[in-house]
């Protein structure tokens, strides 16, 4: 019988003011985190106007580790 090491799992960092992530061909830069939400921009590379948007911590979290982000500036 073969044995088989198991999937690593990749640990996202925790979330932290100033991070941004590259999901997806978007930038998604993370705001002011509170205990429960956060503020963040989610643009275009080259986008010359960005809206702030506000959502759930865990909701946050769950989608970056969905779309496989990956830190860029920390």
Same mark, same amino acid.
């Given at each position: 019988?073969?044995?088989?090491? +198991?999937? @690593? #799992?990749? @640990?996202?960092? +925790? ?6 992530? @590259? ?19 989610? $643009?275009? +590379?080259?986008?010359? #106007? ?6 759930? @911590? $865990? ?16």
């Amino acid at each position: 019988m073969i044995k088989t090491k +198991p999937a @690593r #799992r990749i @640990r996202l960092q +925790p979330l932290e003011t100033g991070q941004v992530w @590259r999901v997806a061909g978007l930038n998604f830069q993370v705001g002011l985190i509170g205990k429960w939400l956060v503020h963040y921009k989610l $643009s275009k +590379p080259d986008a010359v #106007r960005v809206a702030n948007s506000v959502g759930g @911590r $865990s909701t946050i979290e769950k989608y970056l580790k969905k779309n496989k982000a990956v830190l860029v500036k920390g």
